[in-house]
């Protein structure tokens, strides 16, 4: 399950029929209309984050829980498991991705949340 995407719009509410509106107008074309439509907060993500299957046997324990969190500034490709992310949200302490800066912070903490909360409810 992906949280969000490279390039993709964030911080904006679409309709349906906005989201295909805008689908073939390009990045910053779409980033624009929603700025001056919808709201000046919307901006294209960096972040790519996604439950990480790790191979194998699928697990429903917490702690077999990965979540990738990829940066599109940098090189790292980081795969954390349950417990690291859930405490870099506890503490905010995001050293653990390897990142010297963490751009967009607020689109990581949503969507951190967001998977901290389908793992309690998917795991044991």
């Not at 209309?33 to 917490?62: L, Q, V």
């Not at 490709?77 to 967009?104: A, C, H």
Request: glycine content about 4%; proline content about 2%.
């Amino acid at each position: 399950m992906s949280y969000v995407r490279w390039s993709s719009i964030v911080n904006c509410e679409l309709t349906n029929e906005e989201y295909i509106a805008l689908m073939g107008q390009g990045l910053e074309a779409s980033e624009k209309w929603c700025k001056e439509n919808k709201t000046p907060d919307a901006e294209i993500s960096d972040w790519y984050i996604f439950w990480h299957s790790m191979g194998g046997d699928e697990s429903n324990k917490r702690e077999d829980q990965y979540l990738a969190m990829w940066n599109c500034r940098e090189e790292r490709t980081p795969v954390l498991d349950y417990n690291t992310v859930k405490t870099m949200l506890e503490t905010d302490d995001w050293s653990p991705l390897g990142y010297e800066k963490i751009t967009q912070k607020h689109v990581l903490v949503d969507c951190v949340k967001r998977w901290i909360r389908n793992v309690e409810v998917d795991c044991k």
